[in-house]
């Protein structure tokens, strides 16, 4: 179960007009009692004027891309709104969800979540939700490394417009689709006809539902995220990856990523769920690379086991203070 004295965090990421805003509307609707903090590229906000939901705590960063706000604006920001949550009799929110700008990648969201002490300790990162636009969405992911960078940082994928694309443009997607992200669960729509219910139950990391499709049992889910400061030896990664999976098949659920290989110039998406690794594939280089890896593992129940196995197998290959468990 959530821990009750953390905030569920909803992240929100998807291409410039792939359907985040109309996705937000309905979460909104769904649960009016959501803090949401919008980020947008351009100095002058616009998508907080497009919310039907009025009343909920708004906090808008424009000016730039989330990852240039994220050490200046962000981390403040979250902190200020759990300190007003905490000290309300009457909880002014029971969720927050983080709209990303379009053009953003959700990497510096998920450091700020997962990785700074006292946010992760008061915040629970419940799932990322990525939307792409099925008529668009291949030649955006072949032109911009951030579309890219939001598919491999997705626990569900939101395909929206089904009902303006053809068999060719849903063919394309398909193809990169199991490129990018072949474990991550998906969903079709056409305009408004997804259920909110069904996203968020299939949400995180590989739910899977009981065999006569009755209610989701309840999960303790766990992550542990990893920092790489240096490049990999993909060979030695393989084998400490297909290990952990095979030592752990039942408690380690997922493991997702983006790292930098020796044998490669383009940092590289890692991607395995069901205890099957997937081949590494490429993220063109974006200019707000720092030059670390990431990996993130996620765990069903007590994540001790998988916490000890990681430490003894990647110690040669971490930095002091590598390793934290959320």
């Not at 980020?39 to 708004?58: R, W």
């Not at 200046?72 to 949550?85: E, H, R, S």
């Amino acid at each position: 179960m959530t821990d009750p004295h953390k905030i569920p965090v909803i992240v929100l990421t998807g291409f410039l007009g792939s359907g985040k805003t109309t996705l937000l509307n309905r979460l909104l609707a769904d649960n009016p009692k959501t803090a949401v903090i919008i980020n947008e590229f351009g100095a002058t906000p616009i998508d907080q004027d497009l919310l039907e939901q009025t009343g909920m705590p708004l906090t808008t960063l424009a000016g730039g891309c989330l990852c240039c706000q994220i050490k200046g604006t962000l981390a403040p920001t979250l902190k200020n709104l759990w300190m007003a949550w905490d000290q309300a009799e009457t909880k002014p929110f029971e969720r927050m969800i983080i709209e990303a700008s379009g053009v953003a990648s959700p990497e510096p969201i998920l450091d700020t979540l997962l990785r700074e002490r006292w946010l992760a300790s008061r915040y629970h990162l419940q799932n990322v939700i990525t939307t792409l636009a099925i008529p668009s969405a291949a030649a955006q992911l072949d032109s911009f490394a951030e579309a890219r960078a939001q598919v491999a940082w997705a626990d569900t994928l939101l395909l929206t417009h089904a009902d303006l694309s053809d068999a060719d443009q849903q063919a394309a997607l398909e193809t990169h689709l199991q490129a990018l992200a072949p474990a991550t669960p998906r969903q079709t729509t056409a305009a408004r006809d997804f259920s909110v219910e069904s996203l968020l139950h299939n949400s995180g990391p590989m739910l899977r539902r009981l065999p006569d499709d009755g209610p989701l049992p309840a999960h303790n889910f766990r992550s542990i995220s990893l920092l790489f400061e240096q490049v990999l030896p993909w060979q030695q990664l393989q084998t400490i990856l297909h290990e952990l999976l095979a030592r752990h098949p039942l408690d380690l659920l997922r493991i997702k990523g983006v790292v930098y290989l020796a044998e490669q110039t383009e940092p590289m998406v890692i991607q395995a769920a069901s205890a099957r690794l997937y081949p590494p594939s490429p993220l063109v280089s974006r200019a707000a690379d720092d030059g670390r890896g990431r990996l993130v593992f996620i765990v069903n129940g007590d994540p001790t086991a998988v916490a000890k196995d990681l430490n003894t197998a990647f110690a040669p290959l971490l930095s002091a203070n590598a390793i934290k468990l959320h």
